[in-house]
């Protein structure tokens, strides 16, 4: 038995999530369908996070198990000649039986794409997240500093989460503009569930005036997700890294070229 590590990028729009579905419309659904037809028996792979509907990924890890012997090569070009369009494998590594692509990430990075326009987007609609009116780009980030830390982001996870605890290490959080787009980018040893798309929803709420930078404090503090802002819109999400202690000898992992 052979474990194999992969580097996937795919385009989240035309998925139901990276997770599998019984109506097979999931990223993971057509992955171990073609890896399945290289290997030559039935495989199941893990993934480093699971992605909701409509988010993309520029670099997500998965790995998997195999008794099939076959060049590094046939995991890239011969998978990905089974993939669909919207999905491809950058690179295959084999990897010591003890990785594992979830647990052995250290840290998981997210890009989070905002148009600022008050004419929504065509070409680049379900690939970039959009807002209509004008937004501050100094109050949000004096917001997203009161965020980066150990904390409890109760404020800031789904109703449906899972994960056993809500406390997190966000250990950066930055807002940039250029012209009429914002990027937020956000690297912690791991998200909650809608965690990254709350924090975004939050911050524009400080952008537009709503509230002031300390405000994103206070619902730190309360850990009351409904005095929060709406979940953001899927579209601008993207996974863009994820980092493993280099033990492993894995390539880079790390892809923002948005």
Avoid at 33 to 42: F, Q
Avoid at 50 to 79: E, K, L, Y
Avoid at 131 to 160: C, I, K, N, W, Y
């Amino acid at each position: 038995m052979v474990r194999i590590a992969l580097g996937i990028e795919y385009d989240g729009s035309r998925f139901c999530g990276w997770q599998t579905q019984t109506a097979v419309c999931g990223v993971q659904d057509a992955l171990q369908h073609a890896l399945a037809v290289i290997a030559g028996h039935p495989v199941e792979v893990v993934a480093a996070g699971r992605t909701d509907a409509g988010v993309h990924a520029t670099m997500q890890v998965v790995h998997f198990d195999t008794v099939a012997q076959r060049p590094d090569s046939a995991w890239v070009r011969g998978v990905n000649s089974f993939l669909p369009d919207s999905v491809v494998v950058l690179w295959a590594q084999p990897v010591n039986a003890g990785f594992h692509a979830r647990f052995s990430a250290q840290t998981r990075s997210y890009r989070y794409l905002l148009l600022n326009h008050p004419v929504r987007p065509a070409i680049a609609a379900g690939r970039i997240g959009w807002f209509h009116a004008p937004l501050a780009l100094a109050p949000m980030q004096a917001a997203a500093q009161l965020l980066v830390g150990t904390h409890d982001f109760s404020a800031f996870r789904a109703a449906e989460c899972q994960a056993k605890s809500p406390i997190r290490t966000l250990h950066s959080l930055s807002v940039k503009q250029t012209g009429h787009r914002f990027s937020f980018d956000l690297s912690a040893n791991a998200f909650l569930h809608h965690m990254v798309r709350n924090i975004v929803g939050a911050l524009v709420y400080v952008g537009k005036g709503k509230y002031p930078p300390e405000w994103v404090g206070e619902l730190l503090a309360q850990r009351d997700r409904s005095r929060a802002a709406p979940t953001f819109a899927a579209d601008g999400l993207y996974l863009n890294a994820v980092r493993y202690a280099p033990e492993w000898g894995l390539p880079d992992t790390q892809r923002i070229d948005l």
